[in-house]
């Protein structure tokens, strides 16, 4: 009640007119109760976060990828994913899949096949990144969890390949066959 | 690790020494004209002893020819040499270049392979040091 009354006086000496003073008086009380901003004068903005929003969208466009990518780590290359989409144009088929599975055979005991195919079975988990997609049934992703699947560019061969697979021991020469860890 | 060629059995040539399909020639030629190392003179092609099956042939460019190197002319200015420790299991051999979806890869009909491994790449050859089988006569 103090400090009303003290304010009270000061508008008294400072404005001539009781009714405006008064009114006056009861409007600074209610803005200071309401903003709790101990300075009247001063008034704070606050600007909306543009920036990062558009950096934000900036990134998702230059890199996108599905939830497979990421839940059993595999990593398509720049180099496969061009190569992909290539193949995607050249092709009839409104869908391409690279299909990598992993079979009985080869002189290390396993090996990978790698073909194009346009259908999507029951049990395949599908793989995008940049509008390439890779298909691999989930008994071979048991073996393939943490791989790199690359498109590589030699004088003598340019083919797609499982270049890194941290399930196995030792790959033959091309990469097509290996051995798993136990 | 370096990529190698696939090998596959086939008929003898009796003509060449080494020849190649027009799919392959052209390859070669696109290889040529793409080619960013200086003083190449052409391809080599070589073997290396590894591979499940014993070989596998090596291509690479090459900028000096050796004493007891092979050169084939495949066509003007278009060279392979061949390396001198390859030149045995090269004789006859045809040389293909294949496109796929999955891959492009230049392939060796070669009609001394007498296995290869499963994807091709690793091969033997037959024992020449055999005293009565007679040598194939180069051109």
Do not use: W
């Amino acid at each position: 009640i103090t400090p009303i009354i003290n304010n009270n006086n000061h508008n008294n000496n400072n404005i001539n007119t009781p009714i405006k003073n008064i009114q006056s008086f009861n409007f600074k009380f209610f803005t200071t109760t309401t903003t709790s901003n101990p300075i009247h004068q001063q008034t704070t903005t606050t600007t909306t976060t543009t920036p990062s929003t558009e950096q934000q969208q900036l990134s998702k466009e230059a890199e996108e990828i599905n939830e497979n990518i990421t839940k059993y780590n595999i990593t398509l290359t720049d180099s496969c994913v061009k190569e992909l989409n290539s193949v995607q144009k050249k092709s009839d088929s409104t869908d391409i899949f690279l299909r990598v599975m992993v079979d009985m055979g080869g002189c290390s005991g396993y090996q990978y096949i790698i073909k194009v195919e346009n259908k999507l079975q029951d049990d395949d988990v599908l793989f995008i990144r940049n509008g390439a997609k890779v298909i691999i049934d989930k008994i071979s992703l048991e073996m393939m969890e943490g791989s790199i699947i690359d498109y590589e560019t030699a004088l003598m061969r340019s083919s797609f390949v499982v270049a890194s697979n941290p399930n196995t021991i030792k790959s033959c020469g091309c990469k097509i066959s290996f051995e798993l860890k136990k | 690790m370096s990529i190698s060629g696939v090998v596959k059995l086939g008929k003898p040539s009796k003509k060449a020494i080494f020849s190649m399909t027009d799919s392959a020639l052209k390859r070669v030629k696109e290889i040529m004209n793409d080619k960013k190392i200086d003083n190449c003179i052409g391809l080599r092609l070589g073997i290396k002893e590894r591979g499940c099956s014993g070989m596998s042939y090596t291509l690479d460019f090459a900028t000096q020819k050796n004493k007891f190197d092979e050169t084939v002319v495949a066509d003007k200015d278009i060279n392979i040499i061949v390396d001198s420790k390859a030149l045995l299991s090269v004789i006859g051999t045809e040389m293909d270049y294949i496109e796929e979806p999955i891959k492009k890869e230049f392939i060796f009909i070669n009609p001394n392979a007498t296995n290869t491994c499963g994807c091709g790449e690793s091969f033997t050859t037959k024992d020449f040091s055999i005293p009565d089988l007679k040598l194939p006569k180069k051109n």
